[in-house]
């Protein structure tokens, strides 16, 4: 999927190596999002009431 | 033993184009899921552990400076109109014994008025601190019976939570009158309240604070809905309220321990006046 995510990007290599970093960044920040709500939700709150 | 059978016509499956896409794709799914998995336990029990210790490493730092710096002063004990507490104090509450706080320097259980020799203070008066902004370190709590020793910081809030266990905004400050209630996490972010289920009636904790150190005493522990935040009240006296998730790996309930001050700069006149 990667693969073919690359080769449909436009432009020169360098351009989309580019994109690329910039989605694996927006990739990774929503992940970190998911997990922490995931955990802040199911596994541990922080023990707070209210 | 396998026999081979030379008559016989080897036999082979053939897999359609469709199924072989169909199983790939299962095994790609399959693969996304586990990496997806894996790498949820690596940030909750790993990323998140490191974050905490960082934000240890920052609120004691801000401790050691608050503490230097004496953010705190004598003011006229004033008693508050507060309810009374709904938890009782045993009577076979055991007294304090200050060799169960190892390290603990006598000199901060004692009340700053001793440092005015000769003065005479008309009134009773108590130590008394300002309350920090919220995500700046509050004081250290210990608690030996359940392996704990974690800077406070000043909220409740995720983010505040993050870095060590929090004191709850509008609550009474430690060693101050009314019930002083710090949360922490119980897995997560450095489970600073992991084995805080190990804690017995009549176990010591101590919290140390800009006004000095402040002694309580557990006089019950138990488990309650998270949305019931009777736990949070104020009370007359001077109490400590700690409240983690329960169990651990799940934050579907609260544990709560209830502890009343027993030692420290202001116990004595907040005690004798209740």
């Known amino acids: ?50 | 033993m396998t026999v081979v059978r030379e008559d016989l016509p080897a036999i082979r499956i053939k897999r359609g184009p469709e199924t072989t896409s169909i199983i790939r794709g299962i095994a790609r799914i399959g693969l996304a899921i586990g990496l997806l998995v894996a790498g949820f336990i690596v940030y909750q029990f790993g990323v998140t552990s490191l974050l905490a210790h960082r934000g240890q490493t920052e609120l004691r730092s801000q401790l050691d400076i608050r503490i230097e710096t004496g953010a705190s002063e004598l003011v006229v004990y004033e008693p508050l109109e507060l309810a009374q507490s709904p938890i009782a104090v045993p009577f076979d509450l055991p007294a304090f014994d200050p060799a169960s706080l190892p390290g603990l320097d006598p000199v901060s259980l004692e009340s700053p008025v001793a440092d005015f020799p000769g003065e005479e203070f008309g009134e009773p008066v108590i130590v008394f601190e300002s309350v920090p902004v919220a995500g700046r370190a509050l004081g250290r709590i210990v608690i030996p019976a359940a392996g704990v020793d974690w800077a406070v910081v000043e909220g409740v809030t995720r983010e505040n939570l993050k870095s060590g266990a929090g004191h709850m905004p509008e609550t009474a400050l430690p060693g101050q009158q009314g019930n002083a209630v710090i949360s922490g996490h119980r897995s997560t972010y450095g489970a600073p309240f992991l084995h805080l289920h190990r804690v017995t009636i009549g176990d010591v904790i101590s919290v140390e604070t800009a006004t000095g150190t402040h002694v309580y005493q557990v006089v019950d522990t138990f488990v309650v809905e998270p949305h019931d935040t009777w736990v949070t009240d104020q009370w007359d006296g001077a109490w400590l309220t700690l409240t983690t998730c329960e169990p651990v790996l799940s934050a579907s309930q609260r544990l709560v321990v209830v502890a009343t001050l027993v030692a420290g700069p202001n116990a004595g006149t907040i005690l004798a006046g209740t």
Not at chain 1, 39 to 45: A, E, M, R, V, Y
């Open chain 1, 1 to 50: 999927m990667i693969r073919y995510l690359y080769r449909s990007l436009p432009g020169p290599v360098w351009l989309r190596l580019v994109f690329m970093a910039i989605m694996l960044v927006i990739a990774i920040a929503l992940l970190v999002v998911f997990y922490e709500w995931v955990g802040n939700t199911f596994l541990d709150s922080g023990g707070s009431l209210g």
